[in-house]
Each structure stands twice: as C-alpha cells, then as structure tokens.
C-alpha cells in the first residue's frame, strides 16, 4: 500500500510557474509507475506526465515543453514543476502510484489532490 501526499499548488497568474511535490510512504524504487494526472471541471482526468516502470518519461501534449517531472529518490519524492502556466491548466492535480503484488496484480493509488488555479 502507498500513501501519496500532494502539495504545492496554489493560485497563479497565466505564464507563471508552480512546482508541485507529491510524497510517497514507501521508497519509489518499489513502484512500477509514478506520475501526475489532473481533471479540471467538467472533464475527465487525464495524464500530464509519468515515470513509466522503464524509467521512461511520458507527457500529455498540451504540456509538453512547459512542465517537466523529476524524481528524488531519497526523499520519496516526485515532482511537476510547471512553467508558463495557461488558464487551461487549472484543476486539480492528483499524484498517482502503481505498485504490483506478488501475483502480478497491479494496484493503482491516488493523491488527494492538490488545487492548480492560473488566472489571466
């Protein structure tokens, strides 16, 4: 089990920058998949970016170029820092883990949330 602890978020003027951290109970290195997703209202959730089990990094095209993701495994801790923010970017950011059992079972875990506001 994996618990996840968002922060970081906050309101922001469009083109500004917030960096977001999202803390896990247990060392990173046992998880298969770690990253960041978020929903704004009205919309599904969906991925902004994530450490694949590869190591890889995956990102969602509207943020391309403007977030990165990083990690620091000593702290437990992932990060999005996020640069040239658009309104469009407002909603709320949830960090998410995947781990998988001794069977092969994979089990997803969520962040409460953290709230992301850019005003124009």
């Known amino acids: 089990q994996v618990q996840l602890v968002e922060s970081g978020g906050g309101l922001v003027q469009s083109g500004g920058s917030l960096r977001l951290s999202c803390a896990a109970s247990?060392?990173?290195?046992?998880?298969?998949?770690m990253g960041w997703y978020r929903q704004a209202p009205g919309k599904q959730r969906e991925l902004v970016a994530v450490?694949?089990?590869?190591?890889?990094?995956n990102f969602e095209d509207s943020v391309n170029g403007r977030f990165t993701i990083s990690r620091d495994n000593a702290k437990n801790t992932i990060y999005l820092q996020m640069n040239s923010l658009k309104p469009e970017d407002t909603a709320v950011y949830y960090c998410?883990?995947?781990?998988?059992?001794?069977?092969?079972?994979?089990?997803?875990?969520w962040g409460q949330g953290t709230q992301v506001t850019v005003s124009s």
């Open positions: 998410n883990a995947a781990v998988v059992a001794g069977g092969g079972s994979e089990y997803d875990y």
């Open positions: 247990r060392s990173i290195f046992s998880i298969y998949r």
């Open positions: 450490f694949t089990s590869g190591g890889k990094t």
